[in-house]
């Protein structure tokens, strides 16, 4: 007997463990072809866009008619983009990491949906999506190096081999979860929302301030992830490996501990957004500020402390204010918000770093974060002049 809220993080788990595997050695595929790490960086860019699209159309898509095709549409193109890196062209390789990326957009969109959807209460829908973002942000600590000892023993194939079993496994299991999903009768299908629904969403004040600050918070992930490392080998060396597994460990930590204190009530809970802001704009300074000494890594604990909380707990004080017949849509929304703040760091700092110093590039997540602080700052003036405002679900049912 299937568990949801025991088999949607199994799901996750094997699926991301799938995709990092792939992540950490594709540019040594694109190597082995004779390919530059630049065309490798493009092919990511493009991935990341058609992730976003993707997952936007699938929520859309579980919200008008169900999960059971998204899942049958996933099974195909997951398969066949492991298939296509399997190959000795480069433009099918490159075909096949792009089709990665819209694949596991669907599939996130889909597992995050199903922990919403089979969740009876405010509190459920909270420690579901803390403890799915958990299991599915884990292997972030296991596949580097599992990727690399198994490039350097058996050579990059055999980590696609691995990747396509996980990938397996994982397709199976959400087939099953899904069937059970269609059997137990948990939402029915098919329920339609309105232009007049969307503009109730666009409306929502807090709502929109929510997401802005989600979105700015992340350009610290992108920030972190594509840029740092260098820079910490030229002024720090031995300290890139630590510094990323103590910021992956910062990061999984709030979503296993504070999965029962995510925002589900009405109420904008500025104070606790405001505070992780805070931290996130103080491992930023830190970043900048010692970058060429051991105390970098206490930048790191609070930047992945503060990324580990705030994309749960927004999911979270987003999904509870909408109708249930938008979840899906606004599960979509918010990943789309977070990883459009990793694009735009990369975007931005990428521009910057062509023209300035690379350690002024560490200048732009410090004023990302002290804006997220002052959207945060101006909510909580609204609450506390204003009466909060009504739940996207109040507001869509006086609409209809």
Not at 56 to 61: D, E, L, M, Q, V
Not at 112 to 138: D, H
Not at 181 to 209: C, E, H, K, M, P
Not at 378 to 397: G, M, N, R
Request: aromatic share 14%; proline share 4%.
């Amino acid at each position: 007997m299937l568990r949801p809220f025991i088999t949607i993080p199994a799901i996750g788990f094997v699926i991301s463990f799938a995709n990092y595997l792939i992540y950490y050695s594709y540019p040594f595929l694109l190597k082995e072809l004779n390919i530059s790490i630049g065309i490798a960086g493009i092919v990511v860019g493009f991935a990341s866009f058609f992730t976003m699209f993707f997952r936007i159309a699938s929520g859309i898509y579980l919200d008008k008619i169900g999960g059971k095709y998204v899942i049958t549409t996933v099974t195909v193109v997951y398969s066949l983009s492991f298939a296509l890196l399997s190959c000795q062209m480069y433009q099918l390789v490159i075909l096949g990491r792009i089709f990665i990326g819209i694949s596991l957009g669907m599939l996130a969109t889909i597992l995050m949906f199903y922990t919403v959807a089979f969740a009876t209460s405010g509190v459920q829908i909270g420690q579901g999506i803390a403890l799915y973002t958990f299991f599915s942000m884990l292997p972030t600590c296991l596949a580097p190096y599992l990727s690399l000892e198994i490039m350097r023993y058996h050579g990059t194939k055999a980590i696609v081999v691995v990747a396509v079993i996980l990938a397996i496994i994982g397709v199976v299991l959400a087939y099953l979860l899904e069937s059970k999903f269609a059997r137990d009768g948990t939402r029915q299908q098919g329920s339609s929302f309105s232009i007049r629904d969307w503009i109730a969403v666009i409306r929502n004040r807090d709502l929109y301030i929510a997401l802005s600050g989600l979105g700015m918070l992340y350009t610290i992930s992108g920030a972190t992830i594509s840029f740092l490392p260098e820079m910490l080998e030229s002024t720090n060396p031995g300290y890139t490996g630590a510094y990323l597994m103590t910021y992956s460990i910062a990061m999984l930590l709030p979503r296993l501990f504070l999965k029962g204190h995510m925002p589900v009530g009405e109420i904008f809970p500025a104070k606790s957004f405001l505070f992780v802001a805070a931290l996130a704009l103080g491992g930023c300074t830190l970043n900048y500020a010692l970058l060429s000494t051991p105390g970098i890594l206490l930048g790191a604990v609070m930047n992945g402390m503060a990324l580990g909380y705030i994309y749960p707990a927004m999911s979270a004080y987003v999904i509870c204010q909408c109708p249930d017949h938008m979840k899906g849509s606004m599960v979509a929304v918010s990943a789309c918000v977070a990883d459009g703040g990793v694009i735009l760091a990369n975007f931005t700092l990428g521009v910057f770093a062509i023209n300035y110093p690379h350690q002024l590039v560490l200048l732009l997540p410090i004023g990302f974060a002290a804006c997220a602080m002052a959207l945060f700052v101006l909510a909580y003036y609204f609450s506390t002049i204003k009466k909060p405002h009504a739940s996207l679900s109040t507001h869509s049912a006086t609409l209809k």
